[in-house]
C-alpha cells in the first residue's frame, strides 16, 4: 500500500485483505499499543514498522543456506528476502564441482566450514540438502551457534528445544488442495 | 507409525506428536465419527485412512507444474508427494531449451499447451514461474479447468472465488524465525 502511494488504512480494509473481521484486526493491534487513529484508520508506514518490531523484523539478519541443488539455487536467486531485512550471506554443499562457484555474490563454502558461522554474526539458516543428509546438518547448525532453521527436508529433524524450527513440506501443501477442489 | 510396525496409537501419544492435549485430539476425531477404543486407542491403519478421507486425499490426483526453472527442477525431482497420491503428469516451460526434456519420467511442454490440461484429468497445479509472468499462467490454468493451484511466486494471483489457491511464500516462512531467537 506504500508503495502505491497510500498513506492510511482502514481496519475494514485491513480484514477485507487477510479476510478477517475489522473488530479482529483492532482487538489484535489493541495487545501491541494504541496504532490507529478514529475515522481516519492507521498509518501505514508507521503500522508497518510497528509490526516489524513487534515481529522482530527489524533488524538486518544473516542467513545461511546449506546444500546449493536445484532448490538452494532457486532460494539463492530469490529476491524476496529483502523485505524483511534478511540477507542471505553464506552458502555451502558438500559437491566439489559447486564448491567456489558464487551465486548473487555469495561463495558456496564447503560443508566442513560450517563451524564458522558462529563468528560471522549469522544466526539463521536454511536447510535444502537430500532428505538422509538433513539431521547431521541440523546438528552441525545447532554446535556452530545457529538459532533458528527453515528446513526444507521432508525429514523431521531434532534440535535442541531452545532452536526454533520452522519445516516446509511442498506435499503438506499440496496435501490441503483437494479438500477445496 | 504403520512403518515403524505399530499397530494401535493413544490419543496422548497423538497429541505429543503435534503438540497439543489428548482431549484436543480426541473432540476434534469424535466430530468425524467414532475411530477410538477406550483403553486401546486407534488403530493406525483405519486412523490414517479414515483422515486421507476426510482430507479428501484418498483418491489420487494429477498435477501439472508450470515453470522447469531451479525451484521447478526441484519439486519434479521431489519424491515425497505420492504419499499424498498426487503425481506429476505434465510440465511446462516456454524455454526452447528445455521443451522436450524429460525430468522424472515426464516430458516438458510448451507453456502454450496449458490449454490440453481440461481434457487429461488434471485439476491441481504448481506456479513456479517468475513473479511478472505468474497471473498469466493463472489465468491459463483457470481456462484450463484448473480448480487448484499451489502459487511460489510471491506475487498474489487473482482468480475466481471457486478456485482455491494456496501461496508459499519462502521469505514470509522465514519471516517466522526471528521472533523466536
Known amino acids: 500500500m506504500s508503495k502505491q502511494g497510500l498513506s492510511s488504512v482502514s481496519s475494514s480494509k485491513l480484514a477485507e485483505y487477510v479476510s478477517t473481521n475489522p473488530w479482529q484486526i483492532r482487538k489484535d493491534f489493541s495487545y501491541f499499543g494504541d ?14 514498522r ?36 534478511f540477507e542471505i550471506t553464506a552458502a555451502f554443499d558438500n559437491d566439489p564441482d559447486k564448491i567456489g562457484r558464487k551465486i548473487n555474490g555469495v ?3 564447503n560443508i566442513s566450514a560450517i563451524g564458522t558461522l558462529g563468528s560471522r554474526r549469522v544466526d539463521m539458516a536454511i536447510i535444502a540438502v537430500p532428505e538422509q543428509a538433513a539431521q547431521e546438518v541440523a546438528d552441525a547448525l545447532v554446535r556452530a551457534g545457529i538459532k533458528g532453521i ?15 524450527v520452522i519445516t516446509i513440506d511442498i506435499a503438506t501443501d499440496l496435501a490441503r488442495l483437494p479438500y477445496y477442489i
Chains 1, 2 share one sequence.
Not at 150 to 159: A, D, E, H, Q, T
Request: proline share 4%; charged share 20%.
Open 50 to 85: 510497528q509490526i516489524k518490531r513487534i515481529l522482530r523484523l527489524d533488524t538486518p539478519r544473516k542467513t545461511a543456506l546449506v546444500g546449493v541443488g536445484n532448490l538452494g539455487s532457486a532460494i539463492m536467486s530469490y529476491t524476496g528476502f529483502g523485505t524483511y531485512g
Open 107 to 109: 561463495t558456496i563454502e
Open 150 to 164: 527453515l528446513n526444507f527436508s521432508p525429514r523431521r529433524i531434532v534440535v535442541p528445544k531452545k532452536i526454533k
Open 35 to 48: 496504532f490507529g487513529t478514529r475515522g481516519v484508520g492507521y498509518n501505514i508506514e508507521n503500522l508497518a
